[in-house]
């Protein structure tokens, strides 16, 4: 969470702050769910975004037990 913060406060915070709550709100919600997880590369990943590593590994993960 410390590198999120950091990032979010160096590469997407307002240098101006925000007009409101729901402003700030919004503006944390799009860089997550809109920048973070979805464009943003990271090096732990292979430089890959969070859901693409995790899209690639449910893919290539084998299941261990089925149930019936």
């Not at 406060?9 to 700030?24: C, D, F, L, Q, R």
């Not at 809109?34 to 993960?61: F, I, M, Q």
Request: proline share 3%; net charge positive; glycine share 4%.
């Amino acid at each position: 969470m410390e590198r999120y913060f950091r990032s979010f406060k160096s590469e997407w915070m307002s240098s101006i702050g925000y007009a409101s709550m729901m402003a700030a709100k919004q503006s944390v919600i799009n860089n997550i769910v809109g920048y973070y997880c979805n464009v943003r590369p990271h090096a732990h990943n292979d430089g890959l975004t969070p859901n693409e590593s995790e899209r690639k590994y449910w893919l290539e993960s084998k299941t261990v037990a089925k149930i019936t």
